[in-house]
């Protein structure tokens, strides 16, 4: 059974910044990537970033230049440090994180979800 457990969100003014953390506990032998994803009402879940075992990221572009992701996998955590936050960031964030429970196939598992929201 793995386990992913996010923190940080919350409410922030435009221009602010959060930090989200994620956590994934249990069964894990190796962690191929771990990313974030939100998603508003009635549109479908993008990708935010994600990082790699080997440091490699991936942004979208309308986070690109404000948004950092990181990670620790040693620790199984990964973060993401949101800067000039702007109202159109507002979403909920998923932790996402593909690895390896045994020995078998890489899987995908998620988090419940933080919501950000940015508002003055």
């Known amino acids: 059974q793995v386990r992913l457990v996010e923190s940080g969100g919350g409410l922030v003014q435009p221009g602010g910044s959060l930090r989200l953390s994620c956590a994934a506990s249990?069964?894990?032998?190796?962690?191929?990537?771990m990313g974030w994803y939100r998603q508003t009402p009635g549109k479908e879940r993008e990708l935010v970033a994600a990082i790699t075992s080997s440091g490699s990221t991936n942004y979208a572009d309308s986070v690109k230049g404000r948004f950092t992701i990181s990670r620790d996998f040693a620790k199984n955590t990964v973060w993401l440090q949101m800067s000039s936050l702007k109202p159109e960031d507002t979403a909920v964030y998923y932790c996402?994180?593909?690895?390896?429970?045994?020995?078998?196939?890489?899987?995908?598992?998620w988090g419940q979800g933080t919501p950000v929201t940015v508002s003055s």
């Open positions: 249990g069964s894990i032998f190796s962690i191929n990537a």
């Open positions: 996402n994180a593909r690895l390896r429970p045994g020995l078998g196939p890489v899987y995908d598992y």
